[in-house]
Structure formats: structure tokens, C-alpha cells
């Protein structure tokens, strides 16, 4: 049920159904508001890979009632292997499911994008207004109110425009200058598809290094589907220039940088072109200075994508959207004061969780030849005969979004 916490209440446009849009309509709604999400997709867009929850992205689906229902579709991945060319495993680093300290490779909330999208959709359905196959292509905004231009041709007005359009957003390529380059890049591209499951597929993640700066990892969802991606180590356009090709042209370039890396790659390679999808990406993070101008804001990816090898990428949408939504309700007649707040609370979060990310540990796990292989799997495996990443973990006194606590706002309590 809404509460009418907030003094006034605003008409909020969300641009973006994902995740954070979906996180921040359940927010806002609760706070009043009367929020209408706009999805450039024809239908909700339950599909994608694995993802994961962890410290405070676990509190925030708590605080919103839905952790029992997240609990209730996680995928079963015990840990995380690292194999030979013949699929034995040289190193497993397992889950920490001891409650306590920093979760390990793999979490103990791993669950596939898809089903988180739909948990929150069903969460959100009854009092938000969804718009399926429409985008915000432009906007213009006064003091009083910002109007939204559609893809369809038409326009809206709004008290505020919230940009929850991903990394590659289009409102917060509106909100920059010209010609800035919003992305903080490391060098490493990923694809990644399904294929059938067999007999061999275990709920252990395999990773399996291959010269040349290479990885394949294989894990399994379900009793019939297994997730397979190719990670690469690369610095030139030709790399960056993959994502923007057709699908097609980016399988084929995928396939003839993997051909030759042994273990399971023929098969991996056959499954691409009957998988039910194939997404591409370059691995970066979102960084800039400011993350609102005006009645317009961004939140999520787009404004501060961490990157998948943060281990926080989900976790951090859901946080932001919980304190973006948060300050809204609590300021209402004060847009300036919210969004001013929203930024100066979350940042240190968010530069938390961003510099998890090296690139120079990133390279430690893709050697580039043969014998950095082996070391690295040898000295993986000395490690877990001793169970130093398992004390490692469970000693731990934070988990990789540090010691930033959630705020408390009025609307924050179970639904």
C-alpha cells in the first residue's frame, strides 16, 4: 500500500525498467509519488545472466520486504573452480556461507537477472505505470518542470526525470558536455550467452585460463541451461568497436578469438547461435562529477556503474535507488536539496565499491602465457589446501561496500 509520507506529491518519470528503475518505483510510490516508468523494450526485459547481492544490497531488498522472495529463486553455486585444459579442477575457492565476514568469488545470494527483474515487477505492478516500447529520446527543462520528449512522438511533463538507463544512457549523454567521455575502462571485454546443459555441468563455477590474456567460465543455473563467457584482455578500438556490431558480426568475432583455447570451446561456440541471447559488452566504469542538473537525474549504471568485477554492480543500483528515492520523499518540496543529498551520501559508497576494481589484480588473473598460467593455479591451489581464502572471508569485517551504512528514511520498512 502507498503512504502519503512525503508533504507533496511529485509526477516522476523513470527512464529505464531494470533493475534500478524498478527499485526506485517501488521507493517513490511508497513515498507518494506517482511514478511512471518508461522501458524502450517492447516487454519487461526478464532476461540476462547471473548476477549477485552482497552487503548492502542484500539490507536494501531486506528493507523492502522481498528478501524471502529473492531466497526463494537463488541459483545453487557452490564455489568456484579453476580448470585444466581437460576440465580437472586445479583450485576451488568455495562460497562463504558461514553468515559472517566477506562473501568469495561467488556469493550466497547468486541469483539470474531475470528473476530479480520479475520479483520486483510483481513488487511494484499494482502502483506504478509501466510503459513498454517507448524512450525518452530528449528533454527540456525550466525551473518548474522538465518535459520529456518520446520516441513515439509524443511529450510529457513531469516534476522530475529520473535517467535509470543503463551504462550506455542516453539521458546522462544529454547531461554532458559535449565530447565527455564518461567511462573509466580496464582493458578487458566479455560476452556471454547459454547453451544446453550436460551431465558434466556442476553448480561449481569452472574458469579456465587460456594464453593470450583469455578466460572462459562455465556455470549453471538450472537443470537445463548453462552460462558460458568469454573474458579477454585488450586495449584497442577494434576491441571497443565489437559491442556496436551487429550480433552476428560480433559472434563471429568472438568465436575466431576463441577457436583455438581447447577444453569445451567447440561446444561453447556451436550453442551461440541457438542461444536465447547473446550480449556483448566492454568492461568499464561510470565516473563523473556530477550526477544531476536540474529537475533530471541519474542514478544506478548510469551514474555510477561499477563494473561486473566490482562484485557490486546490482547492490550498488539497489542502493542508489533507495537513497535517491529516499531523499525525495524526504524533500519533496525541495528538489535541489534532495538530489544535492542524495550525491553527497552515496558517493563514498559508490567510490567504495568502484575501487574494488584494479586493473593491475585483474591482470594478475589473466596471464597472458602458459607459465603465468600454471603459477597462478599453483599458487591458487597451495592457498585453498591451507583455506586462506575461506578464513579470509569469514574474518573479514566488511564486505566489499565497506563499512557505509544505509540510511534510515520513514517509507524504508518491509511493504
Given at each position: 500500500?502507498?503512504?502519503?509520507?512525503?508533504?507533496?506529491?511529485?509526477?516522476?518519470?523513470?527512464?529505464?525498467?531494470?533493475?534500478?528503475?524498478?527499485?526506485?518505483?517501488?521507493?517513490?510510490?511508497?513515498?507518494?509519488?506517482?511514478?511512471?516508468?518508461?522501458?524502450?523494450?517492447?516487454a519487461l526485459r526478464a532476461s540476462g545472466a547471473q548476477v549477485d547481492l552482497r552487503g548492502q544490497g542484500v539490507e536494501a531488498v531486506e528493507r523492502m520486504g522481498l528478501l524471502a522472495a529473492v531466497r526463494s529463486r537463488l541459483v545453487d553455486e557452490a564455489g568456484v573452480a579453476f580448470v585444466d585444459a581437460r576440465g580437472r579442477p586445479?583450485?576451488?575457492?568455495?562460497?562463504?556461507?558461514?553468515?559472517?565476514?566477506?562473501q568469495t568469488l561467488t556469493s550466497a545470494y547468486e541469483i539470474m537477472r531475470g528473476d530479480l527483474v520479475r520479483i520486483l515487477h510483481e513488487a511494484t505492478t499494482n502502483d506504478t505505470e509501466y510503459v513498454f516500447g517507448k524512450s525518452v529520446d530528449g528533454f527540456d527543462q525550466d525551473a518548474d518542470r522538465v518535459t520529456a520528449h518520446f520516441s513515439d512522438g509524443t511529450s510529457g511533463e513531469?516534476?522530475?526525470?529520473?535517467?535509470?538507463?543503463?551504462?550506455?544512457?542516453?539521458?546522462?549523454?544529454?547531461?554532458?558536455?559535449?565530447?565527455?567521455?564518461?567511462?573509466?575502462?580496464?582493458?578487458?571485454?566479455?560476452?556471454?550467452?547459454?547453451?544446453?546443459?550436460?551431465?558434466?555441468?556442476?553448480?561449481?563455477?569452472?574458469?579456465?585460463?587460456?594464453?593470450?590474456?583469455?578466460?572462459?567460465?562455465r556455470r549453471s543455473h538450472n537443470a537445463t541451461e548453462t552460462q558460458v563467457y568469454f573474458v579477454m584482455r585488450e586495449e584497442s578500438a577494434e576491441a571497443s568497436a565489437i559491442h556496436r556490431a551487429p550480433v552476428e558480426q560480433q559472434q563471429k568475432c568472438w568465436a575466431e578469438r576463441f577457436r583455438d583455447a581447447g577444453w569445451q570451446t567447440d561446444r561453447f561456440i556451436e550453442g551461440m547461435k541457438d542461444s536465447p541471447f547473446f550480449y556483448s559488452q566492454e568492461i568499464a566504469q561510470v565516473r563523473i562529477d556530477s550526477w544531476s542538473k536540474g529537475r533530471v537525474v541519474l542514478a544506478g549504471d548510469a551514474a555510477h556503474c561499477a563494473s561486473p568485477y566490482s562484485g557490486m554492480g546490482i547492490s550498488?543500483?539497489?542502493?542508489?535507488?533507495?537513497?535517491?528515492?529516499?531523499?525525495?520523499?524526504?524533500?519533496?518540496?525541495?528538489?535541489?536539496?534532495?538530489?544535492?543529498?542524495?550525491?553527497?551520501?552515496?558517493?563514498?559508497?559508490?567510490?567504495?565499491?568502484?575501487?574494488?576494481?584494479?586493473?593491475?589484480?585483474?591482470?594478475?588473473?589473466?596471464?597472458t602465457n602458459k607459465h603465468a598460467i600454471s603459477a597462478f593455479q599453483?599458487?591458487?591451489?597451495?592457498a585453498c589446501f591451507f583455506h586462506i581464502p575461506a578464513l579470509v572471508a569469514r574474518f573479514s569485517k566488511e564486505d566489499r561496500g565497506g563499512d557505509w551504512q544505509l540510511p534510515a528514511y520513514a517509507d524504508a520498512h518491509a511493504a
Open positions: 500500500m502507498t503512504t502519503k509520507s512525503a508533504r507533496r506529491s511529485l509526477r516522476i518519470l523513470v527512464a529505464g525498467g531494470g533493475v534500478t528503475g524498478q527499485a526506485l518505483a517501488f521507493w517513490l510510490t511508497r513515498g507518494g509519488h506517482r511514478t511512471t516508468v518508461v522501458e524502450r523494450f517492447p586445479k583450485a576451488t575457492i568455495m562460497a562463504n556461507t558461514s553468515g559472517k565476514g566477506r513531469y516534476d522530475l526525470l529520473i535517467g535509470a538507463d543503463g551504462q550506455g544512457s542516453r539521458i546522462r549523454r544529454a547531461l554532458l558536455p559535449e565530447g565527455f567521455d564518461p567511462y573509466w575502462r580496464v582493458g578487458i571485454h566479455m560476452a556471454y550467452w547459454f547453451v544446453p546443459r550436460i551431465a558434466s555441468d556442476t553448480d561449481i563455477r569452472d574458469t579456465y585460463m587460456v594464453p593470450g590474456g583469455r578466460q572462459i567460465m550498488g543500483g539497489l542502493v542508489g535507488a533507495y537513497v535517491l528515492a529516499g531523499e525525495i520523499n524526504r524533500n519533496a518540496d525541495d528538489l535541489p536539496t534532495a538530489l544535492a543529498t542524495y550525491e553527497r551520501v552515496l558517493r563514498p559508497f559508490v567510490d567504495e565499491i568502484q575501487g574494488e576494481v584494479s586493473p593491475r589484480v585483474l591482470r594478475v588473473g589473466m596471464p599453483n599458487v591458487t591451489a597451495l
